[in-house]
T-cell receptor, first 111, second 113 residues
Framework: GQQVMQIPQYQHVQEGEDFTTYCNSS?????IQWYKQRPGGHPVFLIQ?????EVKKQKRLTFQFGEAKKNSSLHITATQTTDVGTYFC???????????FGTGTRLKVLA | NAGVMQNPRHLVRRRGQEARLRCSPM?????VYWYRQLPEEGLKFMVY????????ESGMPKERFSAEFPKEGPSILRIQQVVRGDSAAYFC???????????FGQGTRLTVV
């Protein structure tokens, strides 16, 4: 079945350092979404990418969708303590309707 | 415009009891997804429903688990004869259509004692 892997599983950074998480799907995706989940919280939608090669920015966050629509990345510039949480990608494949979530990357930011 | 509402937020059940988890989607959303999250793990797809129809239940355990989304009222995830391994956070998400953005509720934390 379809699998969505994320690396790294954990990342500890010093405040001000950059952070990147990568998402790889075993199958081609029709779109991909990114969510952030704070400890004890629920997934909060960040962004959706649809087009091959698409790049979107939200302040310090940059999201990319690969040309083959099988991978994606989230890059945070100059992390802050408020960036702490687990970042999940979720992909939808053509012909299906369910979002398959990646394994998540847990980010800790050290002040 | 209320978000996705789940209740209860916390539920404690003894082994063998039944657990009923409710999810009211956002206004105008007719698609509901249920996910299970074990501590320190990711979200595992369970079931996808539209009003009165189960579209995909490939992630649901074959026994003891069932889901519905009636014409009126919330979606219900029902777990019969709960066991300790059912302890998890159960999240519901809703969307207005297929392959559109899904918004999550705050989850129900189920503890089986």
């Amino acid at each position: 079945g379809q699998q969505v892997m994320q690396i790294p599983q954990y990342q500890h950074v010093q405040e001000g350092e950059d952070f990147t998480t990568y998402c790889n799907s075993s199958t081609t995706l029709s779109n991909i979404q990114w969510y952030k989940q704070r400890p004890g919280g629920h997934p909060v939608f960040l962004i959706q990418l649809v087009k091959s090669g698409e790049v979107k920015k939200q302040k310090r966050l940059t999201f990319q969708f690969g040309e083959a629509k099988k991978n994606s990345s989230l890059h945070i510039t100059a992390t802050q303590t408020t960036d702490v949480g687990t970042y999940f990608c979720a992909g939808v494949t053509s012909g299906t309707y369910k979002y398959i979530f990646g394994t998540g990357t847990r980010l800790k930011v050290l002040a | 415009n209320a978000g996705v509402m789940q209740n209860p937020r916390h539920l404690v059940r003894r082994r063998g009891q039944e657990a009923r988890l409710r999810c009211s989607p956002m206004k105008g959303h007719s698609h509901v997804y249920w996910y299970r999250q074990l501590p320190e793990e990711g979200l595992k797809f369970m079931v996808y429903l539209q009003k009165e129809n189960i579209i995909d239940e490939s992630g649901m355990p074959k026994e003891r688990f069932s889901a519905e989304f009636p014409k009126e009222g919330p979606s219900i995830l029902r777990i019969q004869q709960v066991v300790r391994g059912d302890s998890a956070a159960y999240f519901c998400a809703s969307s207005p259509g297929t392959r559109t953005v899904a918004f999550f509720g705050q989850g129900t934390r189920l503890t089986v004692v």
